[in-house]
């Protein structure tokens, strides 16, 4: 699993910056702090149900795409135990720093890097199972398809993938929630997105449902050769 070196796409180095490669954060510190309010405390149901859903089987070698400051990464190395491997990319360097740091702190060795999930540094066939938790909203269109189609060329024949990200949903009460609030309700539709690119770009048995998080859909597939 060896890393191929640098990056292929530019990534830009400002602040919160959108590019060609996607909105990119900067603030790993806010964006703790926003974590447990977008989700109304339940951070860790969101994260642990994303494992149930993707069956993280110990001995696994897992990739996170976008991996902010690293929280899903940390519990999925508990999960695939000392003979399985958890790697993470996000293009912001500063949330790849929070991330190393908050491995560092918990003993647990994941390997963290910065690239675009546009062009992932990775071998191919390299991953049992990929996750993506609230990314592809951060990418345009065509940056969509080109980090589903990485996401697949990445991972070993019969290997899963598992998109988290915005759901719509229709009625009042939904329209309170802090996700959609924060997102607005025209770009709540990536989750479903996701599963069509998933389709286009091979993947079979792609399934695709709500989480416990009614602002948030999921699509999981299996990568066929
Ligand atoms: C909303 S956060 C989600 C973080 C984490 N997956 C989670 O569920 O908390 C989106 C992340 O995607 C990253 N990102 C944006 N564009 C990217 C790209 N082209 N490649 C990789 N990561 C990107 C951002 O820097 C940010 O950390």
Known sequence: MALHGKPRSPVQNSTTSSTAAGSIIRWPSLYDVLVPVLT????????????????????????????????LALAA??????????????????????????????????????APAQALPFEDGAFD??????MMHHLPRDGRKQAIREMRRVLRPKGRLLILDLAQEKGFLASL????????????????EAEALMRDAGFTAVVAGRTANRAVGYALGTQMP
């Open 40 to 71: 109304l405390g339940r951070a860790r149901v969101f994260r642990e149900g994303a494992l149930d859903l993707a069956r993280v089987s110990p001995g696994e070698h897992v990739l996170d795409v976008g991996c902010g400051t690293g929280q």
């Open 77 to 114: 190395k508990r999960r695939v135990g000392t003979e399985g491997t958890v790697h993470d990319i996000d293009a912001g360097a500063e949330m790849v720093a929070s991330a190393r740091q908050k491995a560092a702190r918990a003993g647990l060795e994941v390997t963290i890097a910065v």
């Open 129 to 134: 199972l990929v996750l993506c938790t609230l």
């Open 177 to 192: 929630n802090p996700i959609a609030l924060v997102h607005g309700h025209k770009g709540m539709q990536t989750a479903r």
